[in-house]
């Protein structure tokens, strides 16, 4: 499981020393434990991904304002808990998979307008969610109602 992979690289940081890794992965383990405390049973890891992926987006939304207020220093140490954190998520689908699973989905609902967009993100998100950013469907689903 995820959470014991993370369990073992807690353990390994903590005997090199790695103070950054172990922070991060600290911080990681606390998230991933009130989400169970939150749920009130066993993650699964597709929760843990959901986690992760949360805290990646936090991660890159915080950068940006740091490179908007030129805190390159504190950009820089960010990208590098990004870097880490993403290495416990899937690998992403291409955009040319993404669009084949969209496509599938409108022949599925057929959707007249885009005030279809949220039956069509409704049955996207099982799909994807773990396996895509979901801003990229969205802008992707988006930009294909608007056709």
Do not use: C, W
Not at 25 to 32: A, D, F, P, T
Not at 37 to 65: F, G, M, P, W, Y
Not at 70 to 95: C, G, N, T
């Amino acid at each position: 499981m995820l959470i014991d992979k993370i369990n073992g690289d807690t353990t390994i940081a903590m005997k090199s020393q790695d103070k950054f890794s172990l922070s991060v992965l600290r911080m990681l383990k606390s998230s991933i434990q009130n989400e169970a405390i939150n749920k009130t049973d066993d993650l699964s890891d597709e929760d843990v991904i959901a986690v992760i992926k949360k805290q990646v987006k936090v991660r890159k939304d915080s950068k940006h304002e740091y490179v908007k207020y030129d805190r390159m220093d504190l950009a820089d140490s960010l990208d590098r808990e990004i870097e880490l954190l993403s290495r416990y998520l899937p690998e992403e689908l291409s955009e040319e998979e993404i669009e084949k699973v969209i496509k599938d989905v409108f022949n599925k609902v057929n959707p007249t307008s885009v005030k279809d967009m949220g039956l069509i993100m409704r049955e996207l998100t099982p799909l994807l969610a773990s396996k895509a950013d979901m801003s990229v469907v969205s802008s992707l689903v988006r930009a294909k109602l608007n056709k």
